[in-house]
């Protein structure tokens, strides 16, 4: 199964229109609507924040010039 991932906002009515979705008419399709996390919650980290300490702890030991207090703050602000 493929996922897709849009963003819509509900209308003021309640409703929730999509288009330019990449099935054909008549395709049956498995709907989850998630809420976004309000801009008070921005502090929690996302899957992608995690994902991406992931990946840069996983780098860091590949580098072979990091030779700087630059280099090292730079990565921090990250």
Known sequence: MN???LEATIQPNGTLILQELPFDSGSTVEVIILEQ???S???LPTDRDIADDAYLLGVTG???EWASEADDAA???L
Do not use: I, V
């Open 3 to 5: 996922a897709y991932k």
């Open 37 to 39: 996390p309000s801009s």
């Open 75 to 77: 990565y921090n602000d």
């Open 62 to 64: 590949t580098l072979t």
């Open 41 to 43: 919650n921005s502090q």
